[in-house]
């Protein structure tokens, strides 16, 4: 998938990826709906960096999380 353009579907990709990765338990929070394109590069960096991690601890997950929530429209 070509990631380099920014479009809801991309959006979409990224944060089904990174629930996956982080199994998270509050799904609905991390609805694709909830982001804009307009922070794609924030969003695209964060999904880089969960993606290149093998272990991610509890609070990295946490970090994540929160900074996730702040890029929600």
């Known amino acids: 998938m070509d ?3 920014p479009s809801p579907e991309n959006v979409s990709f990224m944060i089904e990826q990174i629930k996956e990765k ?3 338990v509050n799904v609905d929070a991390m ?5 804009s394109t307009s922070q794609y ?3 695209h960096d964060m999904y880089q960096m969960v ?3 093998t272990n991610i601890t509890p609070n990295e997950m ?4 929160a900074e996730l929530g ?3 429209k």
Do not use: G, P, T, V
């Open 3 to 5: 990631l380099s353009n």
């Open 22 to 24: 982080l199994r998270m």
């Open 31 to 35: 609805k694709a709906e909830n982001f």
């Open 41 to 43: 590069e924030d969003l």
């Open 51 to 53: 993606m290149k991690r």
């Open 62 to 65: 946490q970090a994540i999380a």
């Open 70 to 72: 702040s890029l929600r």
